[in-house]
């Protein structure tokens, strides 16, 4: 059964879910900030959702914690294609149709069921039913991830992607281009009314999220794109690009598999995903300061595609 806790703010100025930490040293920081998003702590009588938010001294929040649930992970053994590796996190490359953590209808074969069998105790990291995971690439889209294996690590490393320190960069092939090079996108995302598998720009309730975005090479029906991410929503990317009007080439939600020159259907043959590649990560390590950088390019039939359209579109 879900629990109720009610305490009484002594810090004044303090961001909601510091002020939190202070308070609650039994839970980490990475617990009650996932409280926070998700609804489950009032301030004076009133939802807050926002882990920034300020507090004042005498405050009055209201906690209310779920009960965690036993999801049974299985530690599976098949090879992780790890980049980087210490006592604190592992940086490695996921592949395009890799899960990264177990879900309805995704028991088993995911990312957190290898790193369950390949890192000691990973299953008490991060608090509940993702361990160690800090951040998320979508089941079809490649590249580079961080996994914390410490609690502190996991901590540090959630605090990065609060504060938008983590650089992330990722390649995308779009149908069309703009006529502009380069720019950025801020709204706020939140799930189609009707479509609860989409997320869509809205105008209340939904979460900030923000890209900039640079063309990289005008491939003629096509394009690929740069995007660095300064918030990471949930399919930030896809959404962001197929509503400035250039979906992500072979996305099944977001108008990629829409009509297209048969010269480029012809080239999607057998890639049964989006052309989206998480390219670049950068952080600073969560135990040592040192900012660490990791690149990896895309993967094979993304890259046959890319090489397709510069043999047919390239300007001479």
Same mark, same amino acid.
């Given at each position: 059964m ?5 305490i ?8 909601l879910d510091?002020?939190?930490?202070s ?5 980490s920081r990475?617990?009650?900030q996932?409280?926070i998003?998700?609804?489950a702590?009032?301030l004076?009588g009133q939802v807050?959702?926002k882990?920034?938010?300020r507090?004042?001294a005498?405050d009055?929040v ?6 965690l649930?036993?999801?049974g992970l299985?530690?599976?053994d098949f090879?992780?294609d790890v980049l980087?590796e210490d006592?604190?996190v592992?940086?490695l ?8 953590h177990p ?5 088993d074969?995911?990312?957190v069921n290898?790193?369950m ?12 039913e993702?361990?160690?995971?800090v951040?998320r ?6 590249g580079?991830?961080i996994v914390a294996?410490?609690? #502190? ?7 990065q992607?609060?504060v938008?320190s983590? #650089?992330?960069?990722y390649l995308a092939?779009t ?5 502009l090079d380069a720019g950025r996108?801020?709204?706020r995302?939140?799930r189609a009314?009707n ?5 869509t720009?809205?105008e209340? #309730? ?5 890209t900039?975005?640079k ?6 029906p ?9 918030t990471?929503r949930?399919?930030?990317v896809?959404v962001?690009l ?6 992500i ?14 010269p480029?259907?012809a080239?999607?043959?057998?890639v049964?995903?989006q052309l989206?590649?998480?390219w670049?990560?950068a952080? #600073?390590?969560p135990r040592?300061?040192?900012r660490?950088?990791f690149?990896?390019?895309p993967?094979?039939d993304?890259m046959?595609?890319l090489?397709?359209l ?5 300007p001479?």
């Amino acid at each position: 059964m879900p629990t109720s806790q009610t305490i009484t703010l002594t810090e004044d100025g303090s961001r909601l879910d510091r002020a939190l930490v202070s308070a609650l040293p039994e839970h980490s920081r990475a617990r009650l900030q996932g409280l926070i998003e998700e609804g489950a702590v009032t301030l004076n009588g009133q939802v807050i959702t926002k882990v920034s938010h300020r507090v004042s001294a005498g405050d009055e929040v209201t906690l209310t914690i779920p009960e965690l649930r036993a999801v049974g992970l299985v530690a599976q053994d098949f090879d992780l294609d790890v980049l980087y590796e210490d006592e604190d996190v592992v940086v490695l490359y996921k592949t395009a149709g890799m899960v990264v953590h177990p879900s309805k209808g995704h028991q088993d074969g995911t990312l957190v069921n290898a790193l369950m069998h390949a890192v000691d105790d990973l299953a008490g990291i991060g608090g509940e039913e993702r361990p160690g995971i800090v951040h998320r690439l979508d089941k079809g889209t490649s590249g580079v991830m961080i996994v914390a294996k410490r609690d #502190d690590a996991h901590n540090a490393l959630r605090e990065q992607f609060t504060v938008h320190s983590v #650089d992330r960069v990722y390649l995308a092939v779009t149908l069309g281009t703009p006529s502009l090079d380069a720019g950025r996108i801020e709204n706020r995302l939140g799930r189609a009314a009707n479509d609860r598998l989409r997320f869509t720009a809205v105008e209340h #309730d939904g979460r900030k999220a923000v890209t900039t975005w640079k063309v990289m090479e005008r491939l003629g029906p096509c394009g690929l794109f740069e995007c660095r991410l300064e918030t990471g929503r949930t399919h930030q990317v896809r959404v962001h690009l197929s509503e400035m009007g250039y979906p992500i080439l072979g996305d099944p939600l977001y108008r990629g598999r829409r009509t297209a020159p048969p010269p480029v259907t012809a080239l999607l043959e057998g890639v049964n995903h989006q052309l989206l590649h998480a390219w670049k990560l950068a952080f #600073d390590h969560p135990r040592t300061g040192e900012r660490l950088s990791f690149e990896r390019p895309p993967p094979e039939d993304f890259m046959r595609v890319l090489r397709g359209l510069r043999a047919q579109y390239a300007p001479a």
